[in-house]
Each structure stands twice: as structure tokens, then as C-alpha cells.
């Protein structure tokens, strides 16, 4: 519950400290005295979004802190657990609002976003504003407010997630289905294309190899004609030849007995020289007499070459890229098989998905319809006491005409009232007038409070337009809310304020020219005074400060 809460230089207020406790909590004062500036503050601190002016003129920043007890709310326990903003103590909530309009929020000193602190808010605090019967015109209050009643927030979350899983889905799927055709006929070509490479079937090495032999066959003739003439020059010619020349050269030198030193390294160079053109000369009539110069695989060669560089032309790179090529075009291929794949696999996700959104679409069904009949029973039951007696109150389910899955469930949740006997039910905008619908908001607002899992409530002048007993129906509603949580309520009804467990006064305190708010808690006897004054004016009479004291001391037995 809320146990502190501190406020600087925020509109008219300059500074404030308030210590909070369980129970009902009585907020009054004059009109415009700040009642309400002081739950704006809150507002502030829980994440609601800033006004320019929220500075107090002068200051340099507004300042606002919210200290909770976190015993009793063990989903805000794991909520800053999750995210690793737990810590000893209190949980404090932090909001810095500068004059120049920029603001930062903290949870427990940790710089957050705003989006941080209305999440953790809404675990903390439910606020109950007095324009909120305004928002009753809205189907979706009506389904948000039938499902906390119900308890299957949760279960309402995850059919809108499994209805978001299944939207998203679908999208996918469709996506990749309009592709389909041009996805079919880039997958015919690639197919044709690699069929192609497929056939050709060129080696790692051919093309080198290929193109080496066929230039050894295309000059053929100029090849064997040459190897003839160095076979001439080295050992053929009978004018003279390079292995007779050495010969002859040899046999003069070694004519001459002990020769050594230079003469001796030429003796052994030419004998070396003389001993590599013999070989030179045996390996070229080798090659001369095993060299095939067949016209038939020279046109073998021109064929399969003339292949390789037709097709590389086709696909328009150099015949030494083609394999690169082939790999390219598999893997493309290999991609479009798997978005193949993936529409199969999408088409199973979505009906999984449709499967699981009808189940627990189904399971909310259930308990929306258990829960309405309960609610309706109970906003009707409150309604007799707040002042409109042969009211009746429904709350209609009606399915949705769509097949296809929806974020808000199966049905439309629409309330219908009957505010006066004798008339049929008709749906709550149509017929409700302002009182009646500001009455009509109390009640479901106190019947819903009953099951919310937030242990604080703050009712801000939910009871404008109501007086009389219905008030102190109203005060007495608003107390046993308090006796099971903390219950802040902002009023002007004396009926009301009598019924709290604890005052606070607001007013407007004058110094030097200058006016802030300032909260005073009331004892047993500035109660009972300010009571008065709320049942007489400003005068307090004996008979105002008696019925005062009546009220008082009724609300507590």
C-alpha cells in the first residue's frame, strides 16, 4: 500500500509530506484548495504523462516520490524482481519534471522510462476518477471491466497474444503465398540452368587441361617440325652438330695427360653438357614418335571447348567461373525449397496457433459468462441502494460475426441498464442520463474494487451529483472497500467523510504574497469541526457540530 508520499514545487504546491495508512482515508477541503493537485501528483509518480505548467512558478523542477509497501503484492515483487530493481525496504517511485518541460522517472534510484512506472503503477494503485463513467460508453471498459471482475486478466492477455501470434502469422503466410507464382518460375529456370551445369559436367582442372591440349594439337605440324630441327642441330647434321661438336672438343682436351684445375672443371662441364643433350635428344625422339596429331580429338577438343564457352557466355561470366556459378545457383535454389518449407510450415503454425486461441478463447467464454450474470447482480443490487430503485442492470454477451481469431475474445460485452420500472434494457449509452450514469459508474466501480488484487484504491470525487442517503450508502461502500485494503478518497460530501478512518484537510495556506496547499490530518475534534462545516457553511452551530459527531461516531459502529 502507499505509505509516503512527498511532493515539491508542483503547481501550487511548494512542499508536502504525507505519512499514509490501511483503511478508508478522507481527503476534503474547499473547492480548489488542491485536493485533486495532490492525486495528479500521484499520477505523476505511477508514470501519467506531464503538463508544461507542472513546474510551481519559480522553481526549477517539480519533485515528486511515492513510497509503497510491497508485503501484501507479491505480482509488484516479481515485477521488479524480473527486472532487477528490487531492493531492502519500501518501494519508492520517483518522478523529476523540469521547467523546461523535460522529465525523468526512477524505481527505487534506477532511471526507468515512463512506460516502467504505469506498469508497476497498475500492480500498485487503482484510480477511480470522477470523469470515469465517461469512459462506460466504450465497449472496451465494459469488457475490461467484466474481466477483472472475472479474474482472467491473465487469460484475457494470452488470448490477445495468441490472437496477435495468429494475425502475425497469417501475414507471414500470405506474404510468401503472393510470391508463390514468381517464386515458381525462378525456381523452373534455376532447375533448366542447372541441369545445364549438371550435363556439362566440367572437372575442377579440365578447362586448363583442355585448353593446354588443344593448343599442342592446333600446331601440331609447327611442333614436330621444330623438335626435327633441334634434333638436327644436336645430333643429326652431317654439316656439323652440337653433340659431334662436344665430342670432338672432349677429345682434344683429355689428349693432354694431368690436366687439372680450370681445365679440368671445363672437361667436366662439357662432358656434363654433352651427357644432358644426349638425353635432350632421346626424349624429344620420344615425344616425336608417341605424339599423336589425331584431327579427330582436336575436333573432340573444339567441340567440348566450344560448349564450355557457349554456356558461359549464356549466363554471361568467364568459362573459369562456371563453377562458382553452379554453386550459386544451388544455393539460391536450395532457398527457394525452404520458403516451400516454410509456407508448409507456417500453414501448421497457424492452424496450431487457431487451435490454442480457441481454447483459451473458449475457457474466457466460459468464465465472462459466469462472471456476468454474478456482476449484473451485483451493479443492480448496488444500484437500489444508490438511489434507483427498479433499476435493473445486465451485462449481454454477443458473439462476433468473424470466423477468424480476435484480440478481445469471442463476444462483444456490452452492459444494458433499465433505469426505471417497466422499462426493457437497452444499452447503457442510450439510455442512462448523466446522474444516472455517474451512479451507475459508482456501483460497478465499488462491486469491481471488491476483486481487484491491487491493495490501493483512490476514488476521486466519484460521488459528484449524489446526496441525501444515497451519499451515506455511498460512504458506507467506500469504507468497506477501506477495511479491506486502503482506500483514498477525494469527497464533498459530509455523509462520505464521515465514514473514513482517517481525515486529511486540505487548504490553502497564505504567506508573503504567496499561496500553497498545505494538509493538515485531523484529530478526533477538527474532524468532527470540519464535518460541521461540510453539513453547515462556515458559522459551526451546535446542532451542525452535534449531527456531526452523530455521523461520526455511526459510521464507526
Known amino acids: 500500500m502507499l505509505v509516503h508520499l512527498s511532493v515539491r514545487n508542483y503547481a501550487i504546491v511548494e512542499h508536502l509530506d504525507l505519512e499514509l495508512e490501511g483503511g478508508m482515508t478522507v ?21 501519467d504523462r506531464a503538463d508544461s505548467d507542472a513546474v ?24 521488479l524482481a524480473e527486472r532487477d530493481l528490487d531492493g531492502d525496504g519500501p518501494c519508492i517511485l520517483r518522478r523529476v ?27 500498485l494503485i487503482d484510480i ?35 490472437a496477435q501470434r495468429w494475425q502475425q502469422t497469417r501475414q507471414e503466410l500470405e506474404r510468401l503465398s503472393r510470391s508463390s507464382d514468381e517464386q515458381r518460375a525462378r525456381h523452373q529456370l534455376l532447375s533448366y540452368q542447372l541441369e545445364e551445369l549438371d550435363n556439362l559436367a566440367l572437372g575442377e582442372h579440365e578447362l586448363e587441361q583442355l585448353e593446354q591440349e588443344h593448343k599442342a594439337l592446333a600446331n601440331a605440324g609447327n611442333l614436330i617440325a621444330a623438335c626435327q630441327q633441334v634434333l638436327d642441330l644436336c645430333s643429326e647434321s652431317d654439316a656439323g652438330n652440337v653433340l659431334s661438336a662436344l665430342t670432338s672438343s672432349l677429345n682434344r682436351l683429355t689428349a693432354f695427360p694431368n690436366s ?10 662439357l662432358a656434363s653438357a654433352q651427357i644432358q643433350v644426349e638425353e635432350a635428344v632421346g626424349e624429344l625422339n620420344r615425344f616425336i ?6 584431327p579427330l580429338r582436336l575436333q573432340q577438343l573444339e567441340e567440348r571447348l566450344d560448349a564450355i564457352y557457349t554456356l558461359a557466355r549464356k549466363h554471361r561470366v568467364q568459362p573459369a567461373e562456371l563453377h562458382e556459378l553452379q554453386q550459386r545457383l544451388l544455393d539460391e535454389l536450395e532457398g527457394l525449397n525452404a520458403d516451400d518449407q516454410a509456407v508448409e510450415r507456417l500453414g501448421e503454425e497457424l492452424a496450431a496457433y487457431a487451435r490454442h486461441y480457441q481454447e483459451k478463447a473458449r475457457e474466457l467464454s466460459v468464465r465472462r459468462g459466469e462472471a456476468a450474470a454474478s456482476l449484473a447482480a451485483a451493479v443492480e443490487q448496488e444500484m437500489q441502494r444508490l438511489g434507483m430503485p427498479g433499476g435493473r442492470f445486465a451485462i449481454e454477451l454477443h458473439p462476433r460475426e468473424q470466423a477468424e481469431p480476435h484480440a478481445a475474445g469471442l463476444e462483444q460485452v456490452e452492459f444494458q441498464v433499465s433505469a426505471n420500472p417497466g422499462q426493457p434494457l437497452k444499452p447503457l449509452a442510450k439510455v442512462a442520463s448523466g446522474g444516472e450514469l455517474s451512479r451507475i459508474s459508482l456501483a460497478i466501480q465499488v462491486i469491481t474494487a471488491q476483486t481487484s488484487r491491487v491493495p490501493t484504491l483512490v476514488f476521486d470525487e466519484v460521488d459528484v451529483g449524489i446526496g441525501g442517503p444515497t451519499a451515506e450508502v455511498v460512504g458506507q461502500l467506500l469504507r468497506r472497500l477501506g477495511e479491506r485494503g486502503q482506500v483514498l478518497t477525494v469527497t464533498h460530501l459530509p455523509q462520505v467523510a464521515a465514514q473514513g478512518h482517517h481525515h486529511l484537510f486540505v487548504h490553502k495556506a497564505r504567506d508573503q504574497g504567496s499561496t500553497q496547499t498545505a494538509v493538515a490530518r485531523l484529530g478526533k475534534d477538527g474532524r468532527i469541526e470540519e464535518i460541521a462545516r461540510m453539513l453547515g457553511g462556515v458559522d459551526l452551530t451546535k446542532e451542525s457540530l452535534a ?9 464507526r459502529s
Not at 60 to 79: G, Q
Not at 102 to 120: E, F, M, Q, V, W
Open 128 to 162: 477511480h476518477s470522477q470523469h470515469e463513467h465517461q469512459s462506460l460508453l466504450k465497449p472496451d471498459t465494459h469488457r475490461r471491466l467484466l474481466d477483472e471482475y472475472a479474474g482472467c486478466h491473465e487469460l484475457a492477455r494470452q488470448v490477445q497474444l495468441a
Open 27 to 47: 481527503i476534503t477541503g474547499e473547492t480548489g484548495a488542491g485536493k485533486s493537485i495532490m492525486l495528479d501528483a500521484l499520477g505523476l509518480a505511477l508514470g
Open 56 to 79: 510551481r512558478p519559480g522553481a526549477d523542477k517539480a519533485d515528486i516520490l511515492a513510497s509503497f509497501d510491497l508485503a501484501e503484492i507479491p505480482e509488484a515483487r516479481a515485477w
Open 260 to 269: 687439372g684445375g680450370a681445365l679440368g672443371e671445363a672437361i667436366n662441364l
Open 97 to 123: 519534471i523540469t521547467a523546461e518541460g523535460r522529465s525523468r522517472g526512477y524505481i527505487n534510484g534506477t532511471p526507468c522510462p515512463l512506460s516502467d512506472l504505469k506498469a508497476l503503477g497498475e500492480l
Open 289 to 294: 614418335d608417341t605424339f599423336d596429331a589425331n
Open 547 to 555: 449531527h456531526a459527531r452523530k455521523m461520526v461516531s455511526s459510521a
